[in-house]
């Protein structure tokens, strides 16, 4: 698909027209954009003023940083899953093992 943005934007927006008690919308952000247009704002404009939570490796302070911007949610997944602590406080991520739980580790 060259350009999926049109097809995402209209799932948003038939989402939001047939399912008006929909909580949030949840996107998964591009970590490393290729060309710096690879960007979920396309779909925070479409779902405006309901709830955006994005998800993407975020650590504390980048969380906070974009909530702050944008005043969605942000979800964290498998650093959080391995380190619940640091988000409650200043303490950086410690980066869980690809494919690797936080219960399967040896050591």
Known sequence: ???PKPTFAYLAQRIKEL???FAFF???EVERPRDGKESNEFLREVWAPKIFMSNSGYDRQKGME???R???LVS???DFLAN???LFS???LHRSDEGCSPTCRTS
């Open 1 to 3: 698909m060259d350009d």
């Open 70 to 72: 944008t005043g969605g």
């Open 26 to 28: 949840e996107a998964v």
């Open 66 to 68: 974009l909530a702050d």
């Open 84 to 86: 619940v602590g640091p």
């Open 90 to 92: 200043n303490v950086s």
């Open 76 to 78: 964290y997944g498998r």
């Open 19 to 21: 399912h008006p008690n």
